[in-house]
């Protein structure tokens, strides 16, 4: 039977949900690959994929997304960042299924599953010819109290630090204007990106001046940063280096570091949501935000404790982690998290993968695809005028297996290295996974390879069958 490939964008944060999603496709029989989000352009055309479920359909995945439907396979779009948006501007639900409709992207997907209802209603107003099923995102199962076994973590009951500044502190090297760029890929005019990374400047510098203070306030208080997967930590290696009591830990996904925590401080963080959903509070400094950036992303205010200085901030740290005199509105603010969370996260009961498995086969089995494999596309990345970098690499990645083309690029490329991962990481979450339900033990997993060469590729399979 033909896999069905899964891109992951980053590890940090997608590989364990894009794991859930692999296994729970191989126990119903139809095995899967993660596919690397900088090798999908060379590998995908290689794997014969009956299906591909995009991280994202935007103008800068376009081209290859138009790539693997001609080559006949069902396109998926599953989005990694579907949750927490805009109250208005391009990212506000209903402006976000305008644009898609008016791009003519939409028209790529064979089936698009959203997280909860307030996407979905968007998306079916403005494209109602198309399928828009409502199924959850499978990383956010992880939530579910079923898996509090699953996470490891070196150290408890510390005060977590979750930073959100990817726009000006991004993980890989950019020009002055690329962020604009990705901004207005997004349909951002650039009189609102403009005013919003002023602003998002101003309380990044405010931030992290404030985390130092309050660490110096609580020397006898452990606070781990964690920077956002899409951020840079030598920013702030670098300015906590002489405060014993601040360390910065970028490894790992946000739910292993969420589950050990005492509490959680951000600035308007999606990662509040994990936060409520796992039983943790979430400590908003909303005294360094603006008016533009609490309507950019309303969802982690509206979940959090929102302190209006530094002093309050640190009184409700010292509370917490003492479990005495809670201030009396943490227990409504969980309690009401759930269902201020469902309209955009949808229902988070463990099963969102299972969900979005069990659509992706009713798809396939209604309307089964042909799927071709491409050589030559793969040497172009799949792309229709790849430039002459993109040239070299796919045909590196041919030529050699993209899984050792990857390993000389992030020499040369240091930044990219957080995008890789290989099967021992995937065998690693399986292992993992196997002490919340054994049954995760009935899938295996290992390198995928070039049909032709079999060389390893940078995609991992994951297939039904116990492992040997």
Known sequence: MPPV????????????????????????????????LYAQGADIPLLGLEGVVLNYLRLNNAALARS?????????????????????GAD????????????????????????????ADAFRAAMPDKDFHVTGCPRYDLCDPAFRNYFEYPVRDFVLVNTNFSALNPSLQRRADDEKRAFASAGFSSAYVDR???????????????????????????????????????IYRTQYAGIPNISVRAEGSVFHAVANAACIVHLNCGTAVESALMGRVPINLSFLSTAIQDAHTPLPAELSLNVRSEEEAIAVIEKLIARAGEPPEVAARLERAREVIRPWFGTVDGHAAQRVAEGIIRTLANNPAAPQRSLATAVRMSHARPSTGQLAFGAL??????????????????????KDF?????????????????RFGDVTCGQAQNPWSRLPLASVRVDPGTPG
Not at 15 to 36: C, K, Q, Y
Not at 399 to 416: K, T
Not at 422 to 438: F, H, K, N, P, Y
């Open 196 to 234: 919003l990374l002023g602003d998002i400047k101003i309380s990044f510098d405010r931030f992290r001046a404030t985390i130092a203070s309050m660490a110096k306030a609580l020397p006898n208080r452990h606070f781990v940063l964690r920077p956002h997967p899409f951020e840079n930590p030598e």
């Open 5 to 36: 490939g899964i891109v992951v964008d980053n590890p940090r944060r997608d590989l364990e949900g894009a794991v859930l999603l692999a296994s729970a496709l191989a126990r119903r029989g139809r095995p899967a690959i993660l596919v690397p």
């Open 422 to 438: 290989t099967a021992r990481d995937v065998e690693g979450i399986l292992s993992r996974l196997q002490t919340v339900d054994v």
């Open 92 to 119: 506000a639900p209903a402006n976000w299924a305008a644009w898609l409709a008016s791009s003519g992207l939409g028209e790529l997907a064979d089936r698009y599953f959203c997280w909860g209802n307030e996407v």
């Open 68 to 88: 693997y439907k001609r080559l006949g396979m069902r396109l998926f779009v599953m989005d990694t960042e579907g949750g927490v948006l805009s109250a208005e």
């Open 397 to 418: 990645s041919v030529g050699a297996g993209s899984h050792w083309a990857g390993r000389l690029r992030g020499v040369l490329q240091p930044a990219r290295r957080g």
